[in-house]
């Protein structure tokens, strides 16, 4: 950076600084384009390390990608005997804030236990569904869906809270969904017609 710096100081016009500076950011914009330069147009050819080395679409070197960190999570799909659906909305801040998705569990969890605990349901089946990535900006999160074929017992309403909700088999895309949420949902539907 220094060396660049030192050169830039020694190439920059002392006259007509304004028209200068128009003129090389014109000539980065219009011929010495990345991936794509038009050196036949350029009158700095002569000059010009990236034509001499015969590989100026090479030039400059994009930066290696950030390898991006990976979580994993377990997304249980909860299902009733009359096909519908146990949804949670999620807090207002971070991931998916303010929507609507399946809880996440722990992969040690004792689901039967936990389902009876939290939900007042007693499972009947089990049954893991293909995992899947799902990409943020600064994160990778691998999700390995779990289907949960439930009963509910008759104190399943008291044990809700106001974010956790059961959902008709044509209702819960009345509500804020993330959009891998909406996929399962719209594959499960598939599956059971």
């Known amino acids: 950076e220094k060396l660049l710096w030192e050169l830039a ?12 500076n128009q003129a090389i ?19 700095l050819t002569k ?11 090479n030039l400059p070197i994009s930066k290696p990608k950030k390898a991006l960190p990976v979580r994993t ?7 009733d005997t009359q096909q519908n659906i146990l949804l949670v909305k999620r807090p ?20 039967a236990s936990w389902l009876k605990q939290t939900f007042a349901c007693k ?4 049954e893991m ?11 990778h999160w691998d999700l390995s869906p779990c289907l949960l074929n439930v009963e509910r017992s008759s104190a399943w309403q008291q044990s809700l809270s106001q974010h956790e909700r059961w959902f008709e088999p044509d209702t819960w895309h ?3 969904l993330p959009k891998p949420i909406r996929q399962l949902l719209d594959e499960l539907i598939l599956c059971e017609s």
């Open 9 to 20: 100081s020694q190439t920059t016009a002392t006259q007509e600084v304004a028209a200068y």
């Open 47 to 57: 000059d010009c390390l990236a034509y001499a080395s015969g590989n100026p679409s």
């Open 73 to 79: 999570g377990v997304l249980a799909i909860i299902q």
């Open 25 to 43: 950011m014109d000539l980065g914009a219009m011929i010495c384009k990345r991936g794509q330069p038009l050196c036949d147009a350029c009158p």
């Open 129 to 139: 569904l293909p995992g899947f990535r799902h990409t943020f900006t600064h994160f």
């Open 174 to 176: 009345t509500v804020g």
């Open 123 to 126: 499972l009947n089946s089990q």
């Open 92 to 111: 207002a801040s971070g991931v998916w804030g303010g929507l609507w998705s399946f809880p996440e569990i722990a992969k040690d969890v004792n689901i």
